[in-house]
């Protein structure tokens, strides 16, 4: 984690503007493909270990490693949708391919298409709070959306955007296949679950995603809005705790 890090900062100190930004967004990305290979079993090269073994993330199936990096490589230069044309970075989605969690939010905002990573905004230090309530650290879950781009002024993606992008979410998340998928927010909910049903109605109770056990709660930056839905969410965070444990 550190290593990566360091690398993409002192590339920033380096090299001045938008670039700096987006070879960061490379970094970053490879970063996660290394590891992806380390983890899966491939050591053929120098590598920094984390500190010490216990933050080591479990290792991951290399075949899922695999799957991943083929879905990520298909969307490489993608120009699917009108969303290409305002975007810095892709944002495929990261964490442990192992994860018995994934998270789906809507889309990249500001941060993530800078950084090429999700949630790494405001709402995404508030994700990381949640993450840790429930007794994971943030690279031990995966975390991704309906959407790979930015919407423009963060707009909520539109059907057909979401009708093209979310065959890759679904790939991703078959790849992995958690115990637990964990919806954040309505447009997470309703792409996964093929309706147009308000959140209200979606949360509360176990719904379904091919089989797999998912829960539907409110968006991380809905709740910085409305702090006070924060004690729903916790309800339903406390249900995922529940579906791992089972
Ligand atoms: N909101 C999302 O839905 N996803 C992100 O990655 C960041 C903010």
Same mark, same amino acid.
């Given at each position: 984690?550190?290593?990566?890090?360091?690398?993409? @900062?002192?590339?920033?100190?380096?090299?001045?503007?938008?670039?700096?930004?987006?070879?960061?967004?490379?970094?970053?990305?490879?970063?996660?493909?290394?590891?992806?290979?380390? /983890?899966?079993?491939?050591?053929?090269?120098?590598?920094?270990?984390?500190? #010490?073994?216990?933050?080591?993330?479990?290792?991951?199936?290399?075949?899922?490693?695999?799957?991943?990096?083929?879905?990520?490589?298909?969307?490489?230069?993608?120009?699917?949708?009108?969303?290409?044309?305002?975007?810095?970075?892709?944002?495929?989605?990261?964490?442990? +391919?192992?994860?018995?969690?994934?998270?789906?939010?809507?889309?990249?905002?500001?941060?993530?298409?800078?950084?090429?990573?999700?949630?790494?905004?405001? +709402?995404?230090?508030?994700?990381?709070?949640?993450?840790?309530?429930?007794?994971?650290?943030?690279?031990?879950?995966?975390? @991704?959306? $309906?959407?790979?781009?930015? =919407?423009?002024?963060?707009? /909520? =993606?539109?059907?057909?955007?979401?009708? /093209? @992008? #979310?065959?890759?979410?679904?790939?991703?998340?078959?790849?992995?296949?958690?115990?637990?998928?964990?919806?954040?927010?309505?447009? +997470? +909910?309703?792409?996964?679950?093929?309706?147009?049903?308000?959140?209200?109605?979606?949360?509360?109770?176990?719904?379904?995603?091919?089989?797999? =056990?998912?829960? @539907?709660?409110?968006?991380?930056?809905?709740?910085?809005?409305?702090? #006070?839905?924060?004690?729903?969410?916790?309800?339903?965070?406390?249900? $995922?705790?529940?579906?791992?444990? /089972?």
């Amino acid at each position: 984690m550190g290593q990566g890090r360091a690398v993409a @900062c002192r590339c920033e100190e380096l090299i001045p503007d938008d670039m700096a930004h987006e070879l960061a967004g490379y970094l970053e990305r490879l970063r996660w493909i290394l590891w992806g290979y380390k /983890t899966g079993g491939i050591r053929d090269w120098e590598y920094s270990p984390p500190k #010490s073994e216990e933050e080591a993330p479990a290792p991951m199936a290399a075949q899922t490693v695999e799957r991943l990096l083929q879905i990520s490589s298909e969307l490489t230069g993608c120009t699917r949708c009108r969303l290409h044309s305002g975007r810095t970075n892709l944002v495929f989605g990261e964490g442990s +391919a192992e994860s018995s969690l994934v998270f789906v939010g809507e889309g990249p905002g500001f941060d993530e298409d800078r950084q090429g990573r999700p949630f790494v905004g405001r +709402a995404g230090k508030l994700l990381d709070k949640m993450i840790l309530a429930i007794g994971f650290d943030r690279e031990e879950v995966y975390i @991704c959306n $309906v959407v790979k781009c930015r =919407p423009p002024e963060n707009r /909520t =993606p539109h059907p057909d955007e979401t009708a /093209t @992008c #979310s065959p890759f979410l679904f790939r991703q998340i078959e790849a992995i296949s958690p115990r637990v998928i964990c919806a954040l927010g309505v447009s +997470a +909910a309703q792409t996964l679950l093929g309706n147009s049903r308000p959140i209200s109605q979606l949360r509360g109770k176990v719904q379904f995603w091919r089989g797999i =056990p998912l829960i @539907c709660t409110y968006h991380p930056a809905y709740l910085l809005r409305s702090p #006070s839905q924060k004690a729903a969410a916790w309800q339903d965070l406390k249900e $995922v705790i529940k579906l791992l444990r /089972t």
